[in-house]
């Protein structure tokens, strides 16, 4: 039965791999992969993809693209205008809805600033499964249009499919469109716009034997040059299966003079502070003609601004016709945390045709980095960036790009804090950030995540049936303990308008106060130019009972609105979560103030301040009323981080009886530098007979520190009756006072009761009752037992505890 089985399964192996070799051996020819686009110049999400696009788009990198603009989500993009029967045509054949949107070789495929990689890998996967036809592509522009013949050969029969030609304008500058186009996203330039298709957007059925050939020729007439620039045209030809819209090859005419760069090496690596390495790369040249060819880094101003210093080996020289050239960089570090994104430039220097630059990144991060700002989530990371900046962390904080590539190079466990924006653009990231965040908190790490939709995506319910949302619902609902408000975020907007808001801290938590000593109140969505940061919606939220979070940021005056929480679960590293950014701040020194805290309060514990008192309670014993008692304690700073106490409160019952008299807070906060002390007195002036007690607590930078305060004032006028704070003991002198021979006090309570004699010292002197009362009991005072003085008489249940004062005349 094995066997047999066995045999069965091998056969089935061997059909499925003979069938995979004769469907590769059909698929002779060098594929070019075709990436359709779908756009407008109106679409805010769509420009960020252009730029991405511009980039990787090229037949160096094996793929060529046609963007379709169409007409929304406003009217009026130029390319549409132009010619809106072929590009609906083709939103129509792939239902397009919402763009940008992207097919490559007819499989959809996800379009943003970081993209990229993605993209490009997915060509080099179809790329290298080659392609069983060829297409040749001949193009003659005219003065009013121009002349395209397309051949097509093929290994195999093409009887289900059409062949596609577009004329594509490979560069166009509409100078001021960003201004005469209602809603229009800023965009000026524009890359492979779709000029035409030929004949149609129907496209040609192609019928052609295996091992034939066919030639298919066209004509097309320019229009207005704002969409047709000249000299710009060339030619996209691709077949498409027609049931299954696969692209089974593409083909142009378009011929880039741009040097193709290859990085030999690790691109990410770590690098010593004032060190110095080389990285090697191999610059190409794919046509086929010399090449002049002119290396440069694109980003030295940056780099030199941040520190690094690099130099290549070779800045200008030719490359014969399919040669290459080997370039050397050499990079040499500052001595601060820093990440460095080297980007290498080889520029064809071209008399005429189009020329493209070559790009290759490599990058280092220095030893010793610390913190880590993850950039790229969304746009408004970068608000983020100057504010860590700015802080006494800015020696140990970089910026590094959340790729997945630096995700690999340097894993965030690597690093003792993180800080992760997740903008409203950047919204779906949240599992992957939520998953990050569990990651590190696990092994004791710090983590500040800043995502104005976050738990609205997090928790969507129709999201739960994708990978890595119930993980991310679960960090936020059951690990942080929070619950959004209503269904949905809070618009920060009406119509098309910002509207300017205001966010309270919580004066009693480090992270909700200012620099001053007071509760923050950040102002939001009032963008600059120089400061063009906004919070368009925002998630308000609640915290879950049992939950470890603490709210230090609400909205709308109602501390009940939460949109801020610190987090630290036992055994986890701590955890910030804000509903809104840093960035979203529009004044700097408050942006400075809350990162600062921010990054205080997710340092290792070793890192950060750390609080601690000689003595968490100070007895005052016996005072008469209407004199005072000092008493002091200690303040020490174990940490290694400046401890800033914020406020020093007397909170309680007994509290009027208590005064902070030396080393208190007045005006700004009090600074304790590292293992520093700072004494503090406490005075006691108690104004009539009776017990005080109230409790002094520290806010500072680190956790609250709270000391008791209690106190007995006394005096000669005859109390006849006390009680208890909870009201479960009473007592009511019933006999003299002051008590020269005997007097009485009848003890009201439930339970077992010590009743005890207390001098001025705090000492007790005589036991007078220790036992059961069950409603009254009538203790008596011997005067015999006791000098003359005054005295406290109090009665204890172990838990509450009530004074009477009594003075002995013998």
Not at 161 to 176: E, F, M, Q, R, W
Not at 345 to 370: P, Q
Not at 728 to 734: D, F, K
Request: charged fraction near 15%.
């Amino acid at each position: 039965m094995f066997t047999r089985r066995l045999m069965q399964a091998l056969a089935v192996a061997l059909c499925l791999f003979v069938g995979a070799v004769g469907s590769f051996a059909q698929n002779t020819y060098q594929r070019l992969s075709v990436l359709e686009v779908f756009t407008s110049a109106t679409c805010p999400p769509c420009a960020p993809a252009a730029g991405m696009l511009r980039e990787i788009i090229s037949p160096a990198n094996g793929v060529v693209s046609a963007r379709f603009h169409l007409n929304f989500p406003a009217p009026n993009d130029p390319f549409y205008v132009d010619n809106p029967v072929d590009n609906g045509a083709r939103q129509s054949f792939y239902a397009v809805n919402s763009i940008p949107d992207g097919y490559l070789n007819g499989k959809k495929v996800g379009l943003s600033a970081s993209a990229g990689p993605t993209i490009l890998a997915a060509v080099k996967t179809d790329n290298a499964k080659m392609a069983p036809c060829k297409i040749e592509v001949t193009h003659g522009p005219t003065t009013d249009g121009g002349t395209v013949s397309v051949k097509v050969t093929t290994n195999v029969d093409l009887k289900s499919h059409k062949l596609h030609v577009a004329v594509v304008s490979y560069n166009t500058d509409i100078p001021g469109l960003s201004t005469t186009l209602t809603n229009s996203n800023g965009e000026e330039s524009f890359s492979d716009a779709m000029n035409k298709m030929l004949p149609n957007a129907g496209g040609t059925t192609l019928s052609i034997d295996a091992a034939k050939d066919q030639t298919f020729n066209f004509t097309y007439t320019r229009k207005g040059a704002t969409t047709w620039p000249v000299g710009q045209q060339y030619i996209v030809a691709y077949i498409q299966n027609n049931a299954t819209k696969e692209v089974i090859q593409g083909g142009t005419d378009l011929v880039v003079y741009q040097p193709v760069l290859t990085f030999n090496g690790k691109v990410w690596e770590r690098i010593e502070r004032k060190g110095t390495k080389t990285a090697n790369f191999t610059v190409s040249n794919p046509t086929d003609a010399p090449l002049s060819v002119a290396m440069s880094v694109g980003n030295i101003d940056a780099l030199t601004q941040a520190g690094w210093q690099v130099a290549l080996d070779k800045d200008m020289f030719d490359i014969p016709a399919k040669g290459s050239v080997n370039v050397t960089a050499s990079t040499t570090a500052p001595d601060v945390a820093s990440f460095a994104g080297i980007d290498v430039v080889a520029k064809a220097n071209v008399s005429a045709g189009i020329s493209k630059d070559g790009k290759s990144t490599f990058g280092y991060l220095t030893e010793g980095t610390r913190v880590a700002v993850w950039a790229g989530i969304s746009n408004g990371a970068a608000g983020q960036f100057v504010s860590a900046a700015q802080t006494t962390h800015a020696k140990d904080a970089a910026y590094i790009p959340a790729t997945n590539e630096a995700l690999q190079a340097f894993p965030p466990t690597e690093f003792d804090a993180g800080v992760f924006c997740v903008g409203v653009d950047g919204r779906f990231s949240i599992p992957g950030v939520a998953q990050l965040a569990l990651l590190m908190t696990s092994q004791g790490k710090g983590v500040y995540v800043a995502a104005p939709m976050g738990i609205s995506v997090a928790t969507n319910a129709q999201n739960q049936q994708f990978a890595g949302y119930p993980e991310a619902n679960a960090w936020i609902t059951e690990t942080l303990g929070l619950k959004l408000q209503g269904t949905g975020p809070v618009a920060r907007y009406t119509g098309n308008t910002l509207t300017p808001y205001t966010l309270n801290g919580v004066g009693s938590e480090p992270l909700g106060q200012t620099d001053k000593n007071a509760a923050a109140t950040w102002n939001l969505n009032r963008p600059t130019q120089n400061w063009p940061f906004y919070c368009e919606v925002q998630d308000v939220f609640s915290i879950n009972a049992g939950s470890k979070s603490v709210s230090w940021a609400y909205s709308d005056n109602r501390n009940t609105n939460i949109v801020g929480i610190r987090c630290e679960n036992s055994g986890q590293g701590r955890v910030v979560y804000s509903s809104w950014g840093v960035e979203h701040i529009n004044d700097a020194n408050a942006r400075k103030t809350l990162m600062q805290r921010i990054l205080d309060y997710l340092m290792p514990a070793g890192d950060r301040p750390v609080i601690s008192v000689n003595n968490t309670s100070l007895n005052f014993g016996s005072v008469s009323a209407g004199s005072t008692k000092d008493m002091s304690f200690s303040i020490t700073n174990t940490g290694k981080a400046n401890l800033e106490i914020s406020t020093m409160t007397i909170t309680g019952a007994g509290s009027a009886a208590f005064t902070v008299t030396a080393g208190g807070v007045s005006g700004s906060n009090v600074v304790i530098a590292p293992n520093a002390s700072r004494t503090v007195t406490v005075q006691y002036a108690p104004t009539a007979a009776g017990t005080s007690a109230a409790n002094l607590v520290i806010s500072s930078n680190d956790s609250p520190v709270t000391v008791q305060l209690r106190g007995s004032g006394t005096t000669t006028s005859v109390e006849t009756d006390v009680v208890s704070e909870t009201g479960a003991i009473g007592m009511t002198l019933v006999g003299a006072n002051p008590v020269s021979t005997s007097s009485a006090i009848r003890v009201r309570a439930a339970g077992d009761i010590r009743v005890s004699v207390v001098n001025a010292a705090g000492q007790e002197v005589a036991t007078l009752f220790n036992g059961m009362v069950n409603g009254t009991e009538l203790v008596n005072v011997d005067a015999s037992m006791l000098t003359s003085g005054a005295y406290n008489v109090v009665a204890s249940n172990g838990a509450d505890r009530a004074t009477l004062s009594v003075v002995v005349a013998r």
